[in-house]
């Protein structure tokens, strides 16, 4: 489990990792298994841990007043789940995540986080690259919502994320999407006549 991380922190960072530097990293994240529909976070909680996907699918979502599901994030292999500003802020979160499949995590408080970042050039390094990224994927998701029509953002989720498509079901894109799955079908069966 831990190889992948230690992977996707090299990749993803210019500092190479020493040996003391990855006994660190070693020493600050927990692995866990979640089973299909296991929460990491309930609505409520504190986020205090954030997960870093060394195998399968999560998904972060809220619920309204109806019971309808509103899903706000995807999460797959090498990505990171979590409530980041109940994570940071240490307040209840208005979100659920759960696995979405049999998932596998490498997990990290904010305690270690930081201590990592302190004594790990190259995790804190990554920190800023992936506020950077995450940044710039908010401001894209909320452009596409408030700018796009629904078969541009079925088409642009196509083109920036075509790993979700097989991964989840035709209600959790459509719901992603914020349109509902009879949208999503229609789009689909559209695109398939062209």
């Given at each position: ?143 596409s919502a408030i700018s796009y029509s629904a078969d541009q ?42």
């Open positions: 489990m831990y190889e992948q991380l230690i992977k996707y922190i090299e990749q993803n960072s210019a500092v190479h990792l020493n040996k003391d530097e990855i006994e660190i990293i070693y020493n600050n994240f927990i692995p866990k298994k979640f089973r299909r529909r296991q929460f990491l976070l309930q609505e409520g909680e504190v986020c205090k841990y954030v997960a870093f996907i060394v195998k399968g699918a999560m998904r972060q979502y809220s619920i309204d007043e109806k019971g309808k599901e509103h899903i706000v994030g995807l999460c797959i292999e090498n990505w990171w789940a979590g409530d980041r500003e109940s994570f940071t802020k240490e307040t209840p979160s208005g979100y659920f995540i759960d696995a979405w499949e049999n998932t596998d995590v490498l997990m990290i408080s904010k305690n270690n986080l930081v201590n990592l970042a302190k004594s790990v050039p190259a995790a804190a390094e990554l920190s800023k690259i992936l506020d950077e990224r995450q940044a710039i994927a908010l401001l894209r998701r909320v452009n953002r079925l088409a642009e989720l196509e083109k920036t994320y075509p790993e979700f498509l097989p991964r989840f079901p035709q209600h959790i894109i459509a719901s992603y999407l914020g349109m509902t799955k009879e949208t999503l079908s229609r789009i689909r069966s559209t695109g398939l006549k062209k």
